[in-house]
């Protein structure tokens, strides 16, 4: 981190603040320096709270984020990354985007049997589904619920094609499953590697796994026969863009084939999240990567239009799109493309009687 701190910094956290739910009437603010305020500022540990849904698998209406469902056991990430898109949903749980995101868990403990339920609907195509649409399947929550296990014995069960992205080292638990997945062409995963820089991960991604870990399971799905691909997402401009010769030169050469980018978009609560938390860390590159940030979206640091909200415009988000282009044909990434299997699904026997 650039520069002395003079103010309080919550190690293992990313969000150093809880903006107000814009959904919510009240909130609450710090009145003294003392007395029973500080119990806000000072209880961090996570809690899991449980949640009855009607439904656990999502339609996805946007047409740029390469997915038509998404199918999310968790709502809310310890993980803590600064950047991510899925804070602004934890404010329809009542709940902050910021420090409350990482803290406050949401447990879908019935996702298997709404699964279930969702597969045997009838007419249900077995369009692929994305396990990790929104929040991270493998956070660490997922190593004392277990609920993304279960859903992959699901999938496999019914045979319905899944896609995957994570950041966490925990999906290696899970080879056995993704490996008979991959034999019958089932699963793809995705692997999320935005930087390579050890010190900008553990200030911006502070509770997720070391790149190194994350080549790692490149590496490992890869040898084991499932086909792997990476995300370097979000790019951010002035701080990691730079990286990206090396990433896609790490990924190539552990095993990835195909790689794809965003560059980062800061709507909603994120914007004042993104902006403490940079000037926090990086005082004396504030104002060139807030800048740089405005430039790729039209003088904001966000653009909602689809097509051009995860990719940028203007000058510094071409030449981020030409590099990241030459250096994918350079490493042989994106060469071929994976269709999984849709053909092979059906409601086990013993299932039918649900119908």
């Not at 650039?2 to 990313?14: A, L, M, N, P, V």
């Not at 004042?272 to 004396?284: A, C, Q, V, Y």
């Not at 269709?339 to 009687?353: A, E, G, I, N, R």
Request: charged fraction near 25%; proline fraction near 4%.
């Amino acid at each position: 981190m650039d520069g002395e701190q003079d103010f309080q910094y919550f190690k293992g956290r990313g969000a150093q603040v809880n903006p107000h739910n814009k959904f919510l009437k009240n909130s609450y603010v710090k009145e003294h320096d003392e007395g029973i305020d500080d119990w806000e500022e000072t209880d961090h540990k996570t809690t899991f709270l449980f949640e009855s849904s009607k439904s656990v698998v999502n339609k996805v209406d946007s047409p740029d984020v390469g997915m038509a469902y998404s199918l999310n056991p968790y709502q809310g990430c310890e993980h803590g990354c600064t950047y991510c898109y899925a804070r602004n949903s934890h404010q329809y749980w009542g709940y902050s985007a910021g420090i409350e995101f990482e803290r406050k868990i949401i447990v879908k403990k019935d996702a298997p049997t709404l699964f279930k339920k969702f597969l045997e609907r009838k007419g249900w195509d077995a369009t692929t589904i994305s396990l990790s649409g929104n929040t991270d399947c493998y956070q660490p929550a997922e190593r004392k619920f277990k609920l993304t296990r279960q859903l992959l014995e699901i999938a496999l069960e019914y045979k319905q094609p899944i896609g995957m992205i994570t950041k966490n080292s925990l999906i290696l638990r899970d080879q056995d499953i993704l490996q008979e997945m991959a034999r019958q062409n089932l699963c793809m995963v995705y692997v999320s590697i935005n930087s390579l820089n050890e010190s900008l991960r553990q200030v911006m991604e502070p509770r997720t796994t070391t790149a190194k870990q994350r080549l790692k399971i490149v590496e490992q799905l890869s040898a084991a026969g499932i086909p792997m691909g990476v995300m370097v997402a979000p790019l951010i401009p002035g701080l990691s863009d730079h990286e990206i010769p090396a990433i896609l030169k790490s990924v190539a050469s552990a095993g990835a084939i195909k790689a794809g980018y965003t560059i980062v978009r800061l709507n909603g609560a994120i914007g004042g999240i993104f902006e403490d938390w940079l000037r926090k860390n990086f005082p004396d590159r504030f104002e060139k990567v807030w800048h740089m940030i405005q430039s790729c979206h039209g003088g904001n640091v966000n653009d909602s239009r689809f097509g051009e909200r995860m990719r940028g415009n203007g000058n510094i988000a071409q030449m981020i799109s030409d590099s990241f282009k030459l250096h994918c044909r350079l490493n042989g990434l994106n060469q071929q493309e994976i269709m999984l299997d849709h053909t092979l699904f059906k409601v086990p026997s013993d299932q039918m009687s649900l119908f």
